[in-house]
Each structure stands twice: as C-alpha cells, then as structure tokens.
C-alpha cells in the first residue's frame, strides 16, 4: 500500500532521541525551548509554546484569546475536527463559513456576508479559526481586515502549513492574526511523534499559554499574588492542564526542521508532476493562488463527476483495492453526529459537501519516488474507467 503520507526519519533523529533519552530530562529540560526558539526563529514570531498536540494549543489558544461560555467561535467546515472542537471546549457556540470552491478554504466573501448578518443580529464571533487547507494559506489580508473592522480575533490553524508563505512571507510571523497553531503529528510537514506549537508576538497571550499549558502554575514571584513562603513555593494562578511536550518529542522536532525547506520543496515539485500528469484525465486539480507558496501537506484532487460514468465512492475503492492509501479529507465538520444534534444538517453549507462529494487525497510525501507517482496515475487512470 503507498499510504497518503508517511514520515521521514533518519538516523540523526534516532541519535537525537536517544542523546535526550541517556541525559537528565525527559521532560521540562533544555530541549523543548530551544525547540520552539527554532520554529519561532523559522516562522519569524516573538514567542512560541510548545505542546502535546495541535488539539492542545487550538484550546490554550481559545482560552488565551478569553473565548468562553455565550461566545461564538468560527471555523471552516472542510478541516479536522479539532479546529472547531476548541471553541466547545471553552464552553463557546460553533459556527462555520463555507469554502470557496477554488481553494477550498474559508470564502472570504461568505465570511463578509455572514459577519454583515451576525451583527445585525448581535452575534458575531469572538474568535475565527482559518484552516490553511492542503498548506495553502487563506486569504488572510482579507480575514485580518475584517477582524479589524468586527472586533473579532483569528487564529491560523497552520497544521497543514509550516514551511509555506503567504505574500512571500513565513505562514506563522503573526501579521494578519493573534496566534498560529502547528501540528507534528507524523503525517503533517515535520514530526515528533505526537505535539504541536502555538506561536504569537504577543506578550501576554504567549505568557498565558504557557501556564495553561503546565497546571496554570508559575514559579515566577512577578506573576505570584502573595509573597513566597520559602524556595519551594510556587503559585497555580488559572486553571491550566499537563499540556506538556516532552523533550524526546523536542529533540526529534529540532532535528526535523532542520529538512523542512527540502520537504515543501520536494513536496511542491512532486505536486507540479502531478499536475502535469493528470492534466489529461476528468480531474480539477489543486488551483494554488499566486499568493501562495503552500506546505503541500495534502495533494486534493476532485473529480469531474459529470464526465466520469463511475460514483465518486467507487473512484476511490478501486484506487484503495489497487494498493493506494487514497484518503478524504474531510468529511464536512458539520454532517458529523456530535454537531448535527446542534443542528446544523445537510444543505448548510453547498459548496463544502460539494467538496465533499469529489475529493480524493493522493499519495504524497518527501520520500515518495516517482515511480510510486507513477503507480498511483495508473491506478487512477484504471478507476476513472479510462
Ligand atoms: C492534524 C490537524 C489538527 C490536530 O493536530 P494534532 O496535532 O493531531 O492534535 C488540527 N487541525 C488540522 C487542520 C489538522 O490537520
């Protein structure tokens, strides 16, 4: 099976997890920050914060941000989960913006028309998660002025997205939102295993996140309200979790993003073949917006339904029974059980479950060989029933 994605680890990782592993810290040691000064130093960000996942810095991100009970948070409806997840967290209501049918992320437009409806009706968001779908980023100029002109905060979930620009600058350097959010999970651009990374130029917001992220506790006498009673003391000041990333995780982070540049390159170029491989066939593929230099997290192609005699359903077994680890993401946030008894329901969104409907995900990784590509045209080729 050539699966959708697949990690690269070499042995300078190995002996970089294993150097942690022999020394005095598993945790809480020197590694994890000079983890996140490497990825803050590469994005171009004041502060970052270093955690066990994604998931964890979309939440202490919310919670940063004061997003909590009565208040609105909204996302895309193509993305994982997660996105939408840690405004529910916080105790906040969820909503979403549908996708423009180009870049399949958040429309930019039917973000306007519906913050134009929302404060009429006196419910406009708090927060505003962008997803930078496939790496691609969104459209954060626009976003970002009308965050200014509603009063609403954004967060960039930059899962799919570290090593790309925006506007020729480092997705992640904070000019059009409050917080970026990065995932390592071992299928995203760089890994450790499980973690993630929340980065700011914000003070304050870097400084709540990191107590959120260890218990809401502080050693520090300037952040204490009452005098330390000895050289044991310390305080727990808001209610945090054990967010924490090991330093075993840090170590393998440090030393994959010393190849991040060579694996959105290798990404792009694999991408481009693509591109001109299936150029033929009844597929769109990915339309990249000249602003853009994506990650190439996912490589999404749609199929042309009306000229194709086969069901979309049926495109994607075949490629599955030939050995190719074709994947769909994602299944629109709000069709899942958990928010349709929020009810939202079918017909909410038009364009996302139209996405939905003619989405494939195709193989694509730094250590995926041409001739593995190759396999994976053909395959598609046999089941568009060409
Ligand atoms: C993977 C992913 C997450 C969650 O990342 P974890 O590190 O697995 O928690 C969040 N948002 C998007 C868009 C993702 O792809």
Redesign the pocket.
Same mark, same amino acid.
């Given at each position: 099976m050539i699966p959708y994605g697949r990690q690269d680890i070499r042995q300078e990782d190995v002996d970089a997890v294993v150097e942690v592993l022999r020394s005095d810290f598993l945790t809480q040691g020197p590694v994890v920050p000079r983890f996140e000064q490497a990825v803050a130093g590469y994005v171009g960000a004041r502060h970052a914060v270093a955690v066990n996942?994604?998931?964890?810095a979309?939440h202490i991100a919310c919670l940063a941000l004061d997003l909590s009970e009565g208040d609105w948070l909204w996302t895309s409806p193509i993305?994982?989960v997660? =996105?939408a997840n840690c405004g529910l967290y916080c105790g906040a209501k969820v909503d979403f913006v549908d996708i423009d049918p180009q870049t399949y992320n958040l429309c930019p437009e039917a973000l306007a028309a519906k913050l134009k409806k929302a404060e009429e009706e006196g419910r406009l968001p708090k927060v505003l998660v962008a997803?930078h779908l496939c790496g691609q980023p969104c459209d954060m100029a626009a976003i970002h002025g009308l965050s200014r002109r509603y009063g609403f905060r954004v967060i960039e979930?930059a899962?799919?997205a570290i090593g790309g620009k925006y506007c020729g600058e480092p997705i992640g350097n904070g000019r059009y939102s409050a917080i970026t959010v990065f =995932?390592?999970?071992p299928v995203?651009i760089i890994t450790t295993g499980?973690?993630?990374m929340a980065v700011t130029n914000d003070d304050e917001l870097a400084e709540r996140m990191s107590l959120l992220r260890s218990h809401g506790i502080t050693r520090d006498p300037q952040c204490m309200t009452h005098e330390p009673d000895g050289p044991w003391y310390y305080e727990q000041v808001d209610l945090g979790f054990n967010y924490r990333m090991t330093e075993m995780q840090a170590a393998l982070g440090v030393s994959q993003i010393e190849r991040l540049d060579a694996y959105v390159a290798r990404r792009n170029e694999l991408a481009e073949r693509y591109d001109r491989l299936l150029a033929d066939l009844p597929v769109t593929t990915p339309w990249q917006h000249p602003d853009s230099y994506s990650g190439r997290h996912l490589y999404v192609i749609r199929l042309q339904i009306d000229a194709i005699a086969r069901s979309h359903r049926a495109v994607f077994e075949s490629l599955r029974e030939h050995g190719i680890g074709v994947n769909l993401h994602y299944i629109p946030v709000h069709l899942q059980p958990w928010y349709r008894q929020m009810g939202f329901r079918l017909g909410d969104f038009p364009d996302a479950e139209r996405y939905y409907a003619e989405a494939i995900s195709l193989p694509l990784f730094p250590l995926m060989t041409e001739g593995q590509q190759d396999s994976v045209v053909s395959a598609l080729e046999e089941a568009l029933g060409g």
């Open positions: 996942s994604a998931t964890s979309l993305t994982f997660a =996105s997803v979930d899962s799919h =995932s390592f999970h995203k499980e973690g993630g």
